[in-house]
């Protein structure tokens, strides 16, 4: 598992997310797969989140497209499972070979 980009949403002009996205970037940090990662934060504005998350999955599908490897799009407020690195391998070496 390598080369993965997690497109972070979190609220534009909101304290709260700012320290909600430090703190998920801080439990990134120390994990021992985190050379694998790369983290993107995306600021969405408040109202708007069926347009923010369609252009969320298009920002992503365009940086896949570039850049190759996989994404993913989590929230601010996300709380990684203790054993992170090794679910989610687990997880991506059981997708079927048509995934996409």
Same mark, same amino acid.
């Given at each position: 598992?390598?080369? #993965?980009?997690? +497109? #972070?949403?979190?609220?534009? %002009?909101?304290?709260?997310?700012? !320290?909600?996205?430090?703190?998920? /970037?801080?439990?990134?940090?120390?994990?021992?797969?985190?050379?694998?990662?790369?983290?993107?934060? *995306?600021? #969405?504005? +408040?109202?708007?989140?069926?347009?923010? #998350?369609?252009? $969320?999955?298009? !920002?992503? !599908?365009? /940086?896949?497209?570039?850049?190759? %490897?996989? *994404?993913? $799009?989590?929230?601010?407020?996300?709380?990684? /499972? =203790?054993?992170?690195?090794?679910?989610?391998?687990?997880?991506?070496?059981?997708? =079927? =070979?048509?995934?996409?």
């Amino acid at each position: 598992m390598n080369n #993965v980009t997690f +497109f #972070v949403l979190t609220l534009l %002009g909101s304290d709260e997310s700012t !320290r909600r996205f430090h703190r998920l /970037h801080s439990s990134f940090e120390r994990l021992a797969c985190r050379d694998s990662f790369q983290l993107k934060k *995306v600021q #969405v504005r +408040f109202g708007d989140r069926l347009g923010s #998350v369609l252009q $969320i999955m298009e !920002r992503a !599908r365009d /940086h896949q497209a570039n850049h190759g %490897g996989m *994404v993913g $799009i989590l929230e601010d407020d996300a709380e990684l /499972h =203790p054993d992170f690195c090794t679910e989610l391998s687990k997880t991506l070496a059981n997708l =079927p =070979p048509s995934w996409e």
